[in-house]
C-alpha cells in the first residue's frame, strides 16, 4: 500500500515537472521604460495603453481587460528619488575595498558601530 501511494506520488512530481515547462510568461508585457521623464519629475505611464485585453471568459462573458503594471510603475515613478534615472541611469562605480574591509574588521574584532538611538531603533 505504502509502495502504491509513493508511486504515484512520484509520478504526480513528474508529471508537474513536465508540465510545469510548458508554462510561458505572456509576451509583450510592459517594462520599466513606460515610466517617462520630463526634466524635472518622473512622469507615470499612461494606464490605457498598459491595457491587455484579457483572453479568458467566465461562463461565455468575456474577463475585462488588465491593465498590467499600471500601479507598479506609477507607485516606482513616485518613488524615484532621482528622476533623471528613469531615462539615463547613472553607471555603477567601483567599490571601496577599504571601506568594506574596515567593516569586516571592526565585525570579527567585536567593535561593531551601534545605531544612533536618536535617528533609529534597535530590534527590540
Sequence with gaps: MNYARF???LLLCAAAAGVSGCIKPPRNMPN??????????????DCASLSRPAVLTDAGWRRPSMEWGCATYTNLAA???RPQDAVAPQT????????????VRRYETGRVTRLDTSTS????
Excluded at 520599466?32 to 505611464?45: C, H, K, Q, T
Excluded at 555603477?92 to 567593516?103: C, M
Design 79 to 81: 518613488q524615484l528619488a
Design 32 to 45: 520599466e521604460s513606460v515610466i517617462g521623464f520630463d526634466g524635472r519629475n518622473a512622469l507615470p505611464p
Design 92 to 103: 555603477l562605480g567601483p567599490a571601496d575595498a577599504a571601506v568594506a574591509a574596515s567593516a
Design 121 to 124: 531603533r534597535d530590534s527590540k
Design 7 to 9: 508511486a504515484s506520488l
